[in-house]
Each structure stands twice: as structure tokens, then as C-alpha cells.
């Protein structure tokens, strides 16, 4: 198991255009005593404060795609983002930071989402106790090459907390309140392992693996249908092979043509059209922990 979990990172507005961490991290710095916890030092930080008065995603480029190794080590970088991340990545690393917990929204339903980038023993354990406090919380992991890119990818611990569905620039209250609770919950368990406790009770845990991501139809760059109506705020549930996927602007169904049944999640986000990914299809896997 891993040492004690001392110096967390909570970040919002690494999207500035996603409210509801921005306004928990303002919260939070005029509230300090709500994050106080004993065995635990809290910084709290708002990522892109431009894009955040912008009320945009990003100012030059998606910050939250310029951590990887290649752009913290290039001295030429030029965009405000490239710049910004790696201040980041100095003031995280001289924080001595142990653990990032990164808050996001989305405008796909999602609900409460916990998004690990491995399979490290802590986080599938963490993730275990929370969906086992409160079953709405979702899973989700990346494995991919892109995920290095990420700002909660620069510690060995930490994970993003990716809410919705809510419009961007929008405030929900009652997304905002579940969200603010489960930053609470995060940080109970984390002064819970600080106090030797190491969840080893919790031995299962349903966790959507992602194993592809798929684009719109296009006519070269142009879009030729759109996330099929049965699908929509579908997410995290079975995509059976023949389902409905898409509906071209005719009117004509296109299916979905895998041999086996998928899980999307992100489906329809607005801030993935111009990545090229209409959702990301994942499979749902039931884990057995193994204690060390
Ligand atoms: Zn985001």
C-alpha cells in the first residue's frame, strides 16, 4: 500500500468554462475550515485563470492536454497554456504534491464520475470505498498514451472528478452540492488511509474501462450526422451490436456495428466536437482487489 497521502492538490477551472469547480475552489478559499482535515495539507488552486474570466475552455490550447513530457521539457513552447502548464507543473512539484484531485464537468450525463488514469492498487481501492458510500459514483479509466497529457497525470497519485451533465458556463446547484459532498467524501477517505485504515474491507469494484473513442461521421472535416435521439444522456448504459448510434441530417439511422456490447460515456460532450469524438466507448469490468 501506499505511504501516507500528506499534500493534495484540489484544482478547478483547468477548463475554465466548467463552473462548478471553479466556484467549489472560490469556496473554498474563503471557506477554509470545510477542506481542513488532520493528517492532510489542502492547497487549493484555480488552474486557468484567464480562460476561467473568459468564461472559456481555453485561451490558445486545452491545458488540460499540455502536461505531457514533450511540452514541460520544450523551451520553445510559445501558447499561453504550454506556458501556464508547466508553472503548474513547478508549483505542484515544489508543493511536494502527493495527490491531485483535477474537478471537471461535463455536458454529457455522467453523473458523478471518478476518472483514474491506472490501475494503481490505491485508486481502485478509493474507488471501491467511494462507489460503496454512495453507488452513484461512476468509475471511468483511461489507458492510453493520452492520458500523460493530463494535469492529475504529473503525480503518481490523482484522478479527476468529472460531473454532469451541465451546460458549460452553467451553474447547476444540485450538481454542485453532490459535487462539493464528494470532494468531502475524497478527503474523509484520504485522512482515513492517513490514519491506517486501508479500506480492506472493500474487495470489488465496477470500473468502465475505455477502450475506444469514436468520431462523428464526417464528410472530410465536415459532420454528417449527429449522436442518434435514443442515445442521448445514455451514458454508462449498454450499447447492444444494432443499436441506434447516429442520425444523419436526412434522417437515416446509422447503427452500431461492434460484436459486443459497450458502455459510451461522453456522449455528445460539446468540448470533444472539435477533437474529433462524438463518445468513448468503455467496457464494463468488475475488478477484484487484491490487498497487498
Ligand atoms: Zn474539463
Not at 156 to 180: I, M, N, S
Request: charged letters at 25%; hydrophobic letters at 35%.
Amino acid at each position: 500500500m501506499v505511504e501516507k497521502i500528506k499534500n493534495i492538490a484540489l484544482v478547478g477551472g483547468t477548463h475554465g468554462n466548467e463552473m462548478t469547480g471553479v466556484y467549489l475552489i472560490k469556496k473554498f478559499k474563503s471557506y477554509p475550515h470545510l477542506i481542513e482535515r488532520s493528517s492532510l495539507d489542502i492547497k487549493t488552486f484555480l488552474a486557468n485563470s484567464k480562460a476561467i474570466e473568459a468564461k472559456q475552455r481555453y485561451i490558445e490550447t486545452d491545458l488540460n492536454r499540455c502536461f505531457g513530457k514533450k511540452n514541460l521539457e520544450d523551451g520553445n513552447t510559445v501558447l499561453y497554456e504550454q506556458i501556464l502548464a508547466k508553472n503548474i507543473a513547478r508549483k505542484i512539484k515544489d508543493n511536494n504534491t502527493d495527490l491531485i484531485v483535477d474537478l471537471h464537468t461535463t455536458t454529457s450525463q455522467m453523473g458523478l464520475t471518478i476518472i483514474i488514469c491506472d490501475g494503481h492498487p490505491f485508486h481502485l481501492q478509493l474507488g471501491s470505498y467511494l462507489t460503496s458510500i454512495n453507488p452513484k459514483i461512476k468509475i471511468l479509466k483511461y489507458s492510453s498514451a493520452q492520458e500523460d497529457l493530463l494535469l492529475r497525470s504529473i503525480t503518481k497519485l490523482g484522478f479527476a472528478v468529472e460531473v454532469g451533465a451541465v451546460a458549460q458556463g452553467v451553474l447547476d446547484a444540485g450538481l454542485f452540492q453532490e459535487t462539493e459532498q464528494l470532494v468531502y467524501s475524497i478527503l474523509d477517505a484520504l485522512d482515513k488511509h492517513n490514519q491506517g485504515d486501508n479500506f480492506d474491507s472493500y474487495k470489488s469494484l465496477i470500473l468502465y474501462q475505455v477502450i475506444e473513442r469514436i468520431d462523428y461521421p464526417r464528410d472530410g472535416k465536415e459532420i454528417r450526422a449527429m449522436v442518434h435521439p435514443n442515445l442521448q444522456f445514455k451514458d454508462y448504459q449498454p450499447l447492444n451490436p444494432g443499436d441506434p448510434l447516429f442520425l444523419t441530417f436526412e434522417g437515416k439511422t446509422i447503427s452500431y456495428e461492434g460484436d459486443f456490447t459497450v458502455y459510451p460515456v461522453f456522449i455528445n460532450e460539446a468540448a470533444y466536437y472539435e477533437k474529433g469524438i462524438a463518445m468513448c466507448f468503455t467496457e464494463k469490468q468488475e475488478i477484484v482487489i487484491k490487498n497487498n
